[in-house]
């Protein structure tokens, strides 16, 4: 599978947090994260790593598969991002 660019990844991201009904600084503060992080993952300016999917899960109310899967990241059956 093609690895999906970073700055496709936080334009989903941000679809993502919309639907949800969230401001960066709201997501930020659920996911133990700053909003500055925030901005910068959804821009593209820094790559999404595995420990930032996870805290990113819990801030959105998700399953960690379901994020990676909504990021066009892969995911492998414990839960962590591939």
Known sequence: MARVSKASQ???LADVRREKGLTQTQLAGAAGIT??????????AVP???????KL???LGMG???????????????????
């Not at 960690?64 to 591939?82: Q, V, Y």
């Open 10 to 12: 936080g334009a989903k």
């Open 64 to 82: 960690i598969d379901d994020l990676a899967t909504r990021l066009g990241r892969r995911s492998s059956s414990n839960g962590k991002a591939a």
């Open 57 to 59: 899960s819990r801030g």
């Open 48 to 54: 999404l790593s595995d420990s930032a999917l996870v």
């Open 35 to 44: 909003h500055f992080y925030v901005s910068k993952l959804e821009t593209g």
